[in-house]
Structure formats: C-alpha cells, structure tokens
C-alpha cells in the first residue's frame, strides 16, 4: 500500500434505510467502503455497491443471521455503526410503560444487541470500531423528554465503558451526539405527548444542519478515533455551558420546564360559572 492510500472499510449500519444512517451509508460508498445497510424495511435509497440486510435491532435472531451474512461475505467487519432509534419525547405524567418499554429497547438495547453480536468477531480481529449514535440528550436533559433523555444517556454510558474495556483489544469508540438536524426523525415521534411532539417537529424543521452535513462530521471524527463527536455548533454550545456555567444551563432547562407549565395552564378548560 503506498503512502497515503486509505484502505477500504467494511461498515455496518443500523438504522440505514432513512435519515442518518442513509446519509452515512451513502458517504461511506462513496468513497468506496463496503457498506452493509440493515432497516427493518427494505430501501429504494441503497447507495451504488452496497448490501441491505433486513434487521430489527430488538431481534437476536435477526441480529445472528446479519453476522452470519458480514462473516461469509467478507471475513470481518471495520465499523459497526449502531444508528437505529426511534424519536420520543412527552411529559412524564403522560409517558405510560409501553412508550418506555418502547424506547429502551429500541435506543439502548438495540445498540446493546448490535455490540453483544460482534464484539466476538472484532476481539477475534484484533482492531475495529463501534460508533454508537446517542444525541445530544444524552447529555443535557430539556424538559418534557424523559424517555429519550434516559436512553440517549445510556448510550453514551455504554460507549465510556467500552472505551474503557476495547481498547486493550485494539477496538475503538465512538459516541456522536447531534441534536436536532433536518431529517424524517419526526415521522418516528410516538404521539403520546401532542405538544411535544409539535415542538419537536418545529426544531426539526428550522435546524440549520441536515442529516447528510452531520454524517460528513461524524465520519471524520470516526476517522480521527475521536471519543465523542459533537457535530453541530448549537450542541457544542449547550454542552460546554452545562459543564463550565453551571448556573446559566439550569435557568435555561428551568425555563424550557416553565413554558411546558404555562402550556398547561392555557389549555385547561375555564371554570364553570358559579351560580347566584
């Protein structure tokens, strides 16, 4: 190999049929990766030269037929990239267990399945890279996003703590944590909370960066073996104000409480007249 040629990667993505895990796949084909794209549903957006696997991240069986397929057409995977999630959000008094079952399984014990599957095969390797995909929320915590904030923060302690035990393997990690960019996320959102998900959208809508922006960012921290990945200025923002002005993140959270409150109150019914 001569200096400065890169060599291919093999790459799996979960999650690669929309949003950011298209936008990743379609990157890493681009400059001739081999990319495996797994969904729950088949795709018309499959970049030219990769393969699509069907996946339910909540299935082990599933997850076992992927590795299967990785081991026999390739002989062993670079990157498994854990993309798959679902949005939520909702006050928490309108969350029942369903939406929390919902979402753990999705966002956390997805991620966890795809790391149990092939942690085996990259020790075997000897080197690879899992890049987890949490959120922003995973490390502020807005009001009125309960579920999502737990299970993006889960994320984000899984992927510290197999820094911690892969790399003696020669397996690095990667956790990125946009927040809100333009994509189909909101076609995701549940419905159990209608005003929350009316602000999600809107956030959605008006974000300044789309999924393909923020995909070129995170490959280029996967790239530089970066821990964490904070592709976008407005995250980075509220991350570094969390952790070095305390006191001005809690009056902004407290005000995002607050409007959820006043919310609330408008949307109470008027009592009715008292008779004479």
């Known amino acids: 190999m001569s200096r400065g040629t890169r060599r291919s990667l093999t790459v799996l993505i979960t999650g690669g049929a929309s949003g950011l895990g298209a936008a990743l796949a379609e990157r890493y084909a681009a400059r001739g990766d081999r990319v495996v794209v797994t969904d729950r549903v088949p795709t018309d957006r499959l970049p030219r030269g990769a393969q699509y696997h069907r996946l339910d991240v909540t299935s ?19 990157v498994l990239i854990n993309n798959a999630g679902i949005a939520a959000g909702g006050r928490v008094d309108l969350l029942d267990e369903d939406h929390w079952r919902r979402v753990i399984e999705v966002n956390v014990l997805g991620a966890v399945n795809g790391c149990r599957t092939f942690v085996p095969m990259l020790k075997s390797q000897g080197h690879g890279h899992i890049v987890n995909v949490a959120s922003m929320a995973g490390l502020v915590h807005p009001a009125a996003m309960s579920s999502y904030n737990a299970g993006k923060a889960a994320v984000v302690a899984l992927s510290e703590t197999l820094r911690h035990e892969l790399t003696p393997f020669g397996i690095h990690t990667t956790v990125a944590c946009p927040s809100f960019f333009r994509s189909n996320l909101a076609s995701s959102l549940g419905g159990d909370d209608p005003l929350m998900d009316a602000v999600a959208v809107k956030l959605i809508s008006r974000a300044p960066m789309d999924a393909s922006q ?5 490959i280029k921290g996967v790239d530089a073996r970066k821990f964490l990945v904070l592709p976008d200025r407005a995250g980075r923002v509220t991350y570094w104000t969390k952790r070095l002005a305390r006191p001005l993140y809690d009056r902004q959270m407290m005000a995002s409480g607050a409007r959820f409150r006043l919310a609330e109150l408008k949307a109470k019914p008027a009592p009715a007249p008292t008779e004479l």
Do not use: H, P
Not at 64 to 70: N, S, T
Not at 214 to 218: E, F, H
């Open 214 to 218: 923020i995909a070129a960012r995170v």
């Open 60 to 78: 082990e069986a599933e997850w076992a037929d992927v590795l299967a397929g990785v081991r026999d057409e390739f002989g062993g995977l670079d």
